[in-house]
Each structure stands twice: as C-alpha cells, then as structure tokens.
C-alpha cells in the first residue's frame, strides 16, 4: 500500500511539473523549455506538447545541457558549453520550472533581453531573476552591438534641384522623411568650400504641399562666390534633437548681371527723358542703380551720376534734364550700371537719344515812360517756360558810364499773367538818355535764362527854381541803415555846402 502510494505522489508532482511548464509557456506565449529527468517517471515531452519546439533536457545531475532557447521577435539568446544546474528531486524541479517561469515573463515585459556571450557560465534560475531587475532594457541587434537611437533616427534622401547657373541659386530638398520621434523642423546649412565654413548659413527648409521641405541656396548669400557649395540636412524631432541626414557638394555658376535700359518720356519742350532699367538679372544682389548721363557736345564736360528711383514694378528710372546739363540740344548718352550687395559696380548697358528743348521766351515792351518823373516800365508778356516759372528778373542801366548804375528788380506779377516792373532816373543818379532793360527768367529748378531786352530814351524835367539843397550821406557798411539827409547852405559864389 505504501508502494502504490509513493508512486501515486511521485506521479503527481511529476504531473504538476508538466501543468507548470505549460501555464508558463502559455503566458510567454513562446516556446519554453520543460525540465525533465531521465530518471524520473516522464509522462509527455515538450515536442509532444510544443510541437518540435527546442527544449531544454537533463538527462542526469551531472550531465552537460545542449540547448536553445528559440528566438523571440525581439531579441536572441543562446546558451552553450555551460554547467548546467542541477535538479536533485521533484520538488527541485517544480521550483526551477517555476522560476524560469518567472524570467519568461519578464522578458515580456521588456523591450529586449540581454543577450548571453559564448562560453559564459549559465545562472541560476534566481541569478537570472537578478540581472533583469537590476538592469535596464537594452535595444539588442543581432550582430549582438547595442544603439539606442538606431531605430528611433530620422531617415530621409536629399536631393539637389534647379541648379540656375544664370541667377546663381540652387534648391536643397528632403524628402521620405522616416520620423519616429516626429518632425519639428528641418535645417540645411550650406557654405562655399572656398575659404573654409566663412560663409556658412543655416536654413530653415519650407515644408512643401507634397510632404517635403525645400529651401532655395543663394550665391548672393555666400559673399558672391561661384565653385563647389556644400549643404547639408538635419532634421530636429519633437524632442529638439537634431539628426543629422545626408551631405550633397554642388558645382555652382552663375552669369554677369544684365538688364534692359529704355528711353521714355522724351519731352520736346521741357528738354527732359527718363531712363529706365528692367529685367534686371542680379546673381549677387542690387544695392543700387546708377545712370550716367552727358551730351555728345563738349566730351563728357557735362557727366552727371544719377541715382535711379525703384518702381513699385521692380523697375529702376532717373529724369534726366538739359537744364542739368548746360541746356545743350542734340545727341544724348545714358549708361546704366548695377552696384551689387558686395558694392561691385558692373556695367550693364547703353543707349543715345536726341534730345530738344523749346528754351523759354517772352516778349518785352515798354509802357508809361514818363518824362517828367523819370520812369518807365517794362512790362513782359507771352512766356513760355519749358520748365516752369520761379521768378521774371529784369536788370537795367543807363548807356551812360556803362553799367556802373546796373539795378536789379524783380518784376509783379499781374492779373492778366504779365509781369512788370517800374524803372526810375532817380535809382540811376538821374540819368538822362538811352537806358537798357533785359528780361531773365528764373525756372523751378532755380536756373537763369536769359529772354530778350530793349532800349528806351530817358527824360527827367530838371527843377525851374532852388528851395533848397539836400545832400544825403550814408556809411558804405549795413547799406544805408546811417542815412541822414543834410541841409547845404549856400554860399556867396552860388555854390552849396554842408559839413557831414
């Protein structure tokens, strides 16, 4: 009865140790090794129960395990030329199947095992329990190296585009991007292999409609330089670390500047046209434009440099003026030249104009002349004035002396348009006989021209009778703010005196 017994307990715990191992095959949900011994009641293997699975079998206390433990999806172990531990009796048995167990599912929960080297001892099923706790996960690949960031890297190909050797500029774009931690932006440093990283510029890429990220290189970034550029690709993940990509070198050209000038605006009668630049081609930026300017008269004794004006078109104009250029007439030349980013100045191109101008003019004529006061005026009518009306000037002297009498008066304006101005013996040391008047016109832009003129006879009645002589006297300084009039006395031999 004790023998049925015996071998009744010995078959159950022997049962239980099978149940455990499949319960804890189960929940790992791979295939795990059984623990059997050879000399023990063996009612089922693990390829009877896992289908051919590897198993891991003790034929003795003492001998050597010939085992693999098969591959997860994401890691590999393997277990070779080691001791084996030993099993003494069932109870023994249950413990280590229960144990091992326990490091299956474990290995679950973390992300990949720790993968054993060749020739190393094998643990206890308590030992190995230890060394998962007690050390993080590790993502395992299977040449055995660790990396934390390979599969976590951005990937992406990088591509050069619309390499424009006229405008000098080139488009870097990324694209197929592979983010596991997301994108947050994308960098493209780029720089001229001439002179080291002096021009580098990081740029931040534009994301395109299609998913992509594309930014346009400038020479005229790059201090103008033409030869081999290199850009590269970084992209910045959600956690704002940077990846760096791929690397591209690049042969970049670029053309001269070139631009179109025209001639408009080329008026008659005011002595006027205007230069405009289009079309401007500018690898290395505009700075400025400049329009060179002289008549064909005389050389270049006229040269004037003017700064053109930029248009809400993009386009570049300067007036150029015959008044700014001696009022000469004929054969006009205008050159237009660009000043890039770096102050080059490059000539762009020319053009010859005929230029006229109806010069101003008027007519002179002489009113009130009135010999017994002196005066007269001079009135001026019909002006025509190509480049407006500032101000009428009309000097004039007694032939007398020559111009040693020369007045300058400033003619009125009056309501029909003509100007006048009113001429006095008395503003002549009364002067008497032919006096010239000339007319000037002042334009807008302050410059004098001369008109036309005249010449009048002067009377002055002189006084029937002596009252008395007056003789003003005056300081030369500060005009005649001293003016004081003194009264002469008359003296026995008909003269007159005063002491000042």
Known sequence: MRTKDFIYYASA???MVVTTQVASADEVATQMPTVTEGNQYQPATAADIFGGGAVLAQESPSARPSSTVAETPTATSEVANSSAPQVSQASSTTIAASESRVVASESVVQANTVASSENATVPTASEVSSNIVAEPAKLTHASGSSH???????????????NNKVTGTFDAVVRDIVAPLGVKEVLVPSWSLANGQDDLIWHKAAKQMDGSYRVTIKVVDHKGEAGNYRADAYVVDRTNKRHYISEKVVSVTYSRPSASLTIENNNAATGTFDAVVKNIIAPTG?????????SLVGGQDDLIWHKATKQADGSYRATIKASDHKNSTGKYRADAYIVDNFNKRFYLTEKVVEVSQSRPSASLTIENNDATTGTFDAVVRNIVAPNGLKEILIP????????????WHKASKQADGSYRATIKASDHK???GKYRADVYLVDKDGNRQYLTETVVDVDETKPSGISGVLIPVWSEQNGQDDLVWHNATKQDDGSYKVTI
Do not use: R, Y
């Open 286 to 294: 505009v700075k400025e434009i400049l329009v060179p300017s002289w």
């Open 396 to 407: 004039s002297w007694s032939l007398v002396n020559g111009q040693d009498d020369l007045v």
């Open 430 to 432: 009364h002067s008497t």
């Open 13 to 15: 715990a022997v049962l």
């Open 148 to 162: 934390d960031t390979d599969v976590l890297k951005p990937k992406a190909s990088f591509s050069i585009e619309n």
